[in-house]
């Protein structure tokens, strides 16, 4: 019985390894889209948007990863959990469990990392719409407000500070 609760622990150590790699992985996607997109925010160019989008997929192929590994490792420990005390060989072998839902790609698009890298492609696509949209607004509004009779806005702010 002592085997066996040496190589659950062992196991346990690695499922435990796997889980903070997927949070950690969160935590880094998010920081580097966000510092991306402030990039984007002052410099409106597609090298940035194209970068941060390959951000996220590079994150998200690596969170389905991970997450692959993690699924194994539990399906591992659940096979040496029925094994026989004699039986345990300490192995840490998991690659007769990466099949079915424990794939690469069906980790990539289970509910909680779909989820979450989709809610975070839907924003990223949406900021960037948005902030394409305010640039072309913006070039819009210049153009109709340099006629040769409008009034440049610093002299009426100058105007209002000198009447107080």
């Known amino acids: 019985m002592n085997n066996k609760i040496k190589h659950l622990e062992m196991i346990q150590v690695v499922v435990t390894r796997m889980g903070s790699n997927l949070f950690i992985l969160k935590g880094w996607s998010i920081t ?3 510092a991306l997109f402030t990039l984007i925010s002052r410099d409106v160019s597609g090298v940035y948007v194209l970068f941060a ?3 996220l997929l590079i994150f ?3 969170d389905g990863y991970f997450l692959s590994l993690e699924r194994c490792f539990r399906d591992l420990y659940d096979d040496v959990r029925m094994k026989k005390d004699e039986d345990i060989d300490f192995s840490m072998n998991c ?3 990466m099949k079915g839902k424990n794939s690469w790609i069906k980790s990539m698009f289970s ?4 989820i979450f890298y989709g809610i975070l ?3 990223m696509v949406i900021i960037t719409v948005m902030s394409s949209v305010n640039s072309i607004n913006f070039n819009f509004g210049i ?4 006629r040769s009779n409008a009034i440049p806005a610093t002299s009426i702010i100058t105007t209002e500070l000198n009447k107080k």
């Not at 509910?111 to 779909?114: D, G, M, R």
């Not at 153009?143 to 340099?146: A, G, L, S, T, Y």
């Open 32 to 34: 580097l889209i966000v």
């Open 53 to 55: 989008f390959c951000v």
């Open 60 to 62: 998200w192929i690596l």
């Open 95 to 97: 690659k007769k469990f």
């Open 111 to 114: 509910s909680t990392i779909l």
């Open 121 to 123: 492609l839907v924003v």
């Open 143 to 146: 153009n109709w407000k340099n």
